[in-house]
């Protein structure tokens, strides 16, 4: 999703009105329920939820860690778009014209409690395209004795996709998953083709094979809602089309691709290359004396 970076600089409304969908695993009930709170420039969405748990009603329940978009626990439906909380400013989801914004869990995932959803099974299909390298030598790969090479455009092959979080925006927001309960979905898929095109894997026919299937790449209907959401730009419906082509390539008996060898370790340090003349080091500063100083960290005193 495209972020917008000019949010935080501007002023949302003095008070917002946050209306949160509530569920009671005990009770089986489901409703929703309102909060005021006072905004500040730069306060995210999930700085509301904090403070309205904090200050208003305790039992209020969320998950979230990071705080900055990195561990993608904090993911909940925004104003009815797949969001990442800590990410959202109230700026970009509340004006002066309507300071009401609405928050509801992950859709397309069983809910736990309030904005809590269980990521079992989006777990489970994420494991079940053995998201891992696999080698044919079982030796080599556990007992390495050097490393597999890969070359800067191989690499950039696989990079986009290795910046997914697991936040599960992209099953959230994908219509087929809704439809499909056994839809591997975006992001499993994604990673099936983040593995495929690693050249230092080789188990690529077996997970080709993997998602060959009714429910798997050919099931999607390329809505694109999945790389629409997507805090990231991982762009799985992107991954996807290049799975299916990479698959009729492989039926064909046409998909080849290089497997990495098994290089030597890396070179032991040579001769120190000298600062070129126009680095100077601040007067009183000895880089052999600082290399040679052990490393101290002192914690304040409990």
Not at 110 to 136: A, M
Not at 165 to 182: I, K, M, R
Not at 238 to 263: D, E, N, P
């Amino acid at each position: 999703m495209a972020m917008d970076i000019e949010a935080a600089r501007r002023t949302p409304p003095k008070e917002v009105v946050v209306r949160v969908r509530r569920y009671d695993p005990e009770t089986k009930k489901t409703w929703w329920q309102e909060f005021k709170v006072e905004a500040r420039r730069g306060m995210t969405v999930l700085d509301a939820l904090l403070k309205i748990k904090e200050e208003q009603d305790h039992t209020l329940v969320l998950r979230y860690s990071c705080r900055q978009g990195i561990c993608g626990s904090c993911g909940m439906v925004i104003n009815g778009t797949p969001r990442l909380a800590c990410q959202t400013q109230l700026a970009e989801v509340a004006s002066e014209a309507r300071p009401v914004i609405t928050v509801e869990p992950l859709y397309n995932f069983p809910v736990i409690r309030d904005l809590v959803t269980n990521f079992t099974e989006f777990f489970n299909k994420h494991r079940s395209v053995k998201p891992y390298l696999i080698r044919k030598d079982k030796e080599e790969q556990e007992n390495p004795k050097g490393q597999y090479d890969m070359f800067p455009d191989e690499y950039y092959q696989i990079y986009q996709y290795s910046s997914c979080v697991y936040c599960g925006l992209c099953y959230a927001a994908c219509p087929v998953v809704a439809a499909d309960p056994q839809f591997l979905g975006p992001q499993a898929l994604m990673y099936a083709l983040r593995f495929v095109n690693d050249v230092r894997d080789e188990a690529w026919g077996e997970r080709l094979i993997m998602v060959d299937t009714e429910h798997g790449c050919h099931r999607c209907h390329f809505a694109a809602s999945c790389s629409a959401v997507c805090p990231k730009a991982v762009d799985p419906a992107g991954a996807i089309q290049a799975l299916r082509s990479k698959v009729f390539k492989y039926r064909l008996h046409l998909f080849k691709r290089r497997v990495s060898k098994v290089i030597g370790p890396p070179p032991e340090k040579g001769e120190r290359v000298p600062l070129p003349p126009e680095a100077t080091l601040l007067p009183g500063v000895d880089l052999k004396k600082l290399e040679q100083e052990p490393v101290v960290i002192q914690l304040p005193p409990e």
